[in-house]
């Protein structure tokens, strides 16, 4: 419980941007303290017949590393994130149709898979995709004393001995998806649980925060 | 009976949901039994009597009718949000079939179907609520893909001839079908004169989300009524629906200040797609850029800008 207390979950300065791209059917930046990353939304859109769906809609995730080109390590995380969109979107409402996620990695200083999670959240929210909630996504890391830091750096998640990611939903705060590396404890992972909802009210607050604003230009 | 009748009194009028309980138990004293024998409340619709509680079973105000009809008003007079206010967007019913409260217009941009999930209704896309007496209720979102959506007049791109169809882009996630006789006047020994690569103005008559869209260049009496291949000279370009609905509202203040600066024709897709044509190359450009930059713009700032305009090319 003492740690609990002492990490507090603090994330570092977070910015967002929507509609900056003028190709893409949604698109946004999403920036957590030195790690900025890009999306865009492509969507309801043609798909091949071999991926087509008969009742429901084909989410295609990219992660585009800032340099060379995406390996084993890009495609683990294309899938926690499609996951996650798979778990908010409304996918029955257009069938075989392809909802495509392209995501550019512009910086990475640690919380990489929450940035993405972040980015694609807000992108698919600018493209008017019908969702059920909205998503957002914690990193913790643990290090070697136990202690737990909430949204850590690289130089953080170096010395750390267990990295976790958790993707939290916006209704019911549960957790959507789970990336974890490292070793840690039955206990430490359920105080990390805690730490990402608790710290995922004031991404969603965010959200609403931002998407009011933007809005309120048109009014 | 004062006391139930009280605590059933403090909770009228306001929101009960689903496992909200009233205790009829009453504290030990000799006048307990008799005093719930003598009470007789009528629990309407939502409520439900359990012994000695009555448990809410449906999300809704309650409500009293003298002197003791009790029941939840859950229907959607009154708006119970599960989340959010006025900035995340209206859910569509999973299977999409059942309890489908047609908000009419229906393409997803601008206007949401509004279904029930069991007594809830959700949000599904971010924007501003909007309504319309008397129970109207939907999502106004800038959204830039379009889906299409029956009876809407849209602009479309004519692909292929294949048989006795056309394949028409419309920027949909499939292509649309138009058959060669929804023209007017066309037989099949009097095809029209439609090119590849030509633009039709057309309407939906089946467009939804199982099956190909159809489009016809004819209304249900057979006539044209503005409909059909064009756009022999002139520039198409595409906007977001948000300003193309404000470009179709009926007093468009946009189409009104731009009269003002010169003539020109204008077609305006629900897809999203415009077409202009003004007298010269550069008028038709100069149009055109207008309108894409006046989207984000308030009334004043483009009400300036035109007028900017208006002086600089005279």
Redesign the interface.
Known sequence: MMELEQSCSVLREFGSEQ?LLSRP??SSTFVQGDTSILAGV??????KVSKEIYDRATVEVLIQPKMGLPSVRERAREQCVRETCEAAL?L???????LTVILQVVHDDGSLLSCCLNAACMAL?D??????L?FCGVTCAISKEGQIITDPSAQQEKESRALLTFAID??ERSVLMSSTSGSFSVHELQQCIAVSQKASQQIFQFY?DS??RR?S??? | MDTVHARFKEKIGEVLLPGDVFSFRLPEDGEGDANIKTEKIICGPGLRRNGEEVQVCKSGILRHKQPNLYWIDSQQRRYVP???ES???I??A???DIFKVDVGGSE??SL?YLAFEGEEV?V?????LRHKQPNLYWID?????Y?PAKGESVIGIVIAKSGDIFKVDVG???QASLSYLAFEGATKRNRPNVQVGDLVYSQFTIAN??MEPELVCIDSCGRANGMGVFGAEGLLFKVSL?LVRRLLAPQSEIVKDLEKIFPFELVVGMNGRVWVKAKTVQQTLIVANLLETCE?M?SQQRQTLFRRVAEGSL
Do not use: F, W
Request: glycine content about 14%; aromatic content about 2%; overall charge positive.
């Open positions: 509609s059917d949604g492509y969507g309801p859109a043609e798909v409304l029955t409402l257009h069938p075989r149709s392809s929210m493209a008017g995709l019908p969702m059920s909205l916006s209704v609403r998407v009011k809005y230009k048109i009014q | 599960a989340k959010g900035v995340i967007g859910v569509i999973k299977s999409g997803q941009a949401s959700q599904c896309k971010s924007g501003i979102s800038q959204q830039r893909r889906v949909g996630s499939e989300k199982d948000g984000n308030t």
